[in-house]
């Protein structure tokens, strides 16, 4: 039985106390902004997030690791990173990772690999580690996001929304 997109992030967003949401990518890489996109969209609808939960939004860009001091100041109960990733299936794809099931996967074009970076925020913050890869069509220098990743980035920004915020702002 498949789930859907919002039944996964639900679950694994089990009570959230302190959200943090981390967006990765590089604006200057075509669909490897998607990440970035998502963040600056919920940053956007900070103010309607459901007030019992704490939530804020860091901008990781091509370096996240420079954001883990950050994140760990802000004591999340649960970490959410969006981020492109190469898991060769089709343009647009939404796949929600553990931090341990992305080895072998290859994310967008920053240094430190995601597993290493949330194995540090986790020992740290203890914090539920959410990642929700988005398989890019184009990683070319100076290219413009596609459809498929602007609705891609659309779906996730709605389904987070529709998690984190109280009834009223849907």
Not at 25 to 31: A, K, P, Q
Not at 71 to 81: A, G, S, V
Not at 94 to 116: A, M, N, W, Y
Not at 133 to 156: D, N, W, Y
Request: net charge positive; with cysteine; glycine share 8%.
């Amino acid at each position: 039985l498949k789930m859907n997109l919002k039944q996964v992030i639900k679950k694994k967003l089990n009570n959230p106390a302190a959200v943090a949401l981390l967006g990765v990518g590089s604006e200057l890489r075509g669909d490897d902004v998607a990440g970035m996109l998502v963040a600056e969209t919920l940053q956007k609808s900070a103010s309607k997030i459901n007030k019992r939960i704490k939530f804020k939004v860091f901008l990781g860009g091509t370096a996240p690791e420079n954001f883990t001091g950050g994140i760990r100041e802000f004591k999340p109960t649960h970490l959410i990173i969006v981020d492109s990733a190469e898991t060769g299936k089709r343009a647009g794809t939404i796949t929600v990772f553990d931090p341990e099931e992305t080895v072998g996967i290859s994310f967008s074009t920053h240094s430190l690999p995601l597993k290493v970076m949330s194995d540090y925020l986790r020992s740290d913050t203890n914090c539920v580690i959410i990642i929700i890869g988005i398989q890019p069509k184009t990683i070319k220098f100076g290219q413009l996001p596609t459809r498929e990743i602007r609705q891609a980035v659309e779906r996730v920004s709605q389904v987070l929304k529709e998690i984190l915020c109280c009834k009223s702002c849907h």
